[in-house]
């Protein structure tokens, strides 16, 4: 018989230096009952020590900040909270960004570009332990795995 979890809300915090974007997370998460937005942070020396203080479940991380990039500070964070997911969520749609973003530790990589819709989807992937990539992106490291094997097996 599965044990029947109660609707415990994840907690999250977002890491982005851009205030009306972070408002902009902040009223989606105002709509939906699945996550508890619990922090945000401007920069990543503000979001290591606020990951710290709160310890959230998930941290949703612009990897373009002022002091840092997303990279170094999903790293920081997981050495600290091993426990902790990670999710990107950055304009950068390049597919060296999307590799080191997981190579950093990240379980998720949203687009900036992308509807609400796919960001919650992602964070339910990622509040499960699971990887997600949005299926805008997809493609595009398909193709370059794909043209990376091709040129590794001549």
Same mark, same amino acid.
């Given at each position: ?7 415990? %809300? ?9 205030? !009306? /974007? ?12 699945? /996550?508890? !937005? ?14 710290? #203080?709160?310890? =959230? #479940?998930? @941290?949703?991380?612009? &990897?373009?900040?002022?002091?840092? +990039?997303?990279?170094? @500070? ?6 600290? &909270? =091993? ?16 590799? #080191? ?18 960001l919650i989807e992602c964070l %339910?992937? @990622?509040?499960?332990?699971?990887? /997600?990539? #949005?299926? /805008? ?6 193709? +370059?795995?794909?043209e990376s094997d091709v040129k590794?097996?001549?």
């Amino acid at each position: 018989m599965r044990k029947k979890t109660l609707g415990k %809300k994840k907690t999250v915090l977002i890491i982005d230096d851009h205030p !009306l /974007f972070r408002e902009g997370i902040k009223s989606l998460f105002a709509r939906q009952s699945l /996550f508890n !937005l619990i922090g945000e942070a401007k920069n990543g020396k503000e979001g290591i020590k606020k990951a710290i #203080d709160l310890k =959230p #479940d998930i @941290v949703v991380m612009d &990897l373009s900040l002022p002091d840092q +990039n997303g990279m170094e @500070v999903t790293r920081k964070i997981l050495d600290i &909270l =091993p426990k902790t997911h990670i999710m990107i969520l950055s304009m950068h749609s390049k597919v060296d960004y999307i590799i #080191d973003a997981f190579r950093a530790g990240a379980k998720g990589y949203v687009i900036k570009e992308s509807a609400a819709e796919r960001l919650i989807e992602c964070l %339910k992937s @990622v509040s499960k332990g699971e990887y /997600f990539l #949005d299926p /805008f992106l997809s493609h595009m490291v398909a193709k +370059n795995l794909m043209e990376s094997d091709v040129k590794t097996s001549r």
